[in-house]
């Protein structure tokens, strides 16, 4: 079994739940992922339900399995409103920094 990997990233997605009390968590809807659970403080849970429905960037520590290639955490360090602009760029980030866990993977194109 592969250990899972932990990464400093970029992630983005819509704000569908802010909630907690004790342990603050937020749901996070990531495109082609589905729903993830999201860690932060509850200064960060403030400030992110401000942000219900809308899109926006994550930055924080992602935990996902290398074998079932699904987002099993994710620890939220700060966030700002989604760039459509920036868009590629984070593409291009995340292929970088996970692409060779998809190299066995033939294009469909």
């Known amino acids: 079994m592969k250990e899972p990997i932990q990464e400093l990233t970029t992630v983005c997605g819509r704000v569908v739940r802010v909630e907690g009390k004790g342990k603050v968590t937020a749901q996070i809807e990531i495109p082609n992922e589905g729903l993830i659970s999201v860690d932060l403080s509850e200064k960060l849970a403030r400030r992110l339900a401000q942000r219900l429905f809308e899109f926006i960037e994550l930055e924080g520590e992602l935990i996902w399995d290398p074998v079932s290639e699904k987002i099993i955490g994710f620890k939220l360090y700060d966030f700002r409103p989604f760039s459509p ?7 291009q980030e995340l292929s970088e920094e996970f692409g060779k866990y998809f190299d066995h993977i033939e294009d469909s194109v």
Not at 85 to 91: I, L, R, T, Y
């Open 85 to 91: 602009d920036k868009a590629w760029e984070v593409m």
